[in-house]
């Protein structure tokens, strides 16, 4: 039988506010949390079809934090089509969603003061080179995914 692995800070953050959103009754809340950490197991579960490209590699958070933002993707490209329609209703309800999700993006990114420290150690590593930055960063010294433009900003000035 396989180890059961350890949870990520997100996760244990998504269960506990789902008993929350139970005991309120939200029930929007409730789904969206729910649907939430869904996603994150069936990426970890996908992740053990040997077609899969990440096959065998261990789950991460920034993998947990890429679904999150995957899922508030959807969630703003439906709104469009959703008014488009006529179901203004289903709008504000993906709307709603989006922001649920998007406070747990907010709360794991970095400020801009522990940015500008990364930025700054890794210019003095590597150079002022943009790309040679960004690649070092991508490759998970922040644990954030979608800081690019934040990081491009950063590395102007």
């Known amino acids: ?19 929350e959103a139970q005991r309120a009754r939200d029930q929007v809340r409730l789904d969206t949390l729910r649907m939430a950490l869904g996603a994150i197991h069936n990426l970890e579960v996908a992740r053990t079809d040997r077609k899969h490209p990440e096959f065998g590699q261990p789950l991460t958070g920034a993998d947990c934090l890429r679904v999150l933002e995957q899922e508030v993707k959807k969630r ?9 329609g006529g179901r203004s209703d289903l709008a504000e309800k993906e709307q709603r969603e989006s922001d649920i999700l998007q406070a747990y993006l907010q709360a794991s990114q970095l400020s801009d003061d522990d940015l500008r420290a990364v930025v700054a150690r890794l210019i003095d590593e590597h150079g002022r080179e943009f790309r040679r930055v ?4 991508s490759r998970g010294d922040c644990h954030a995914p979608s800081i ?6 950063l590395h102007i000035e």
Do not use: N, S, T, V
């Open 1 to 19: 039988m396989a180890e059961a692995r350890q949870e990520f800070p997100i996760e244990q953050q998504l269960r506990k506010d789902i008993q």
């Open 134 to 137: 960004g690649i070092w960063i």
């Open 148 to 153: 690019g433009r934040r990081i491009r900003e």
């Open 76 to 84: 703003q490209q439906a709104i469009p089509y959703y008014k488009q």
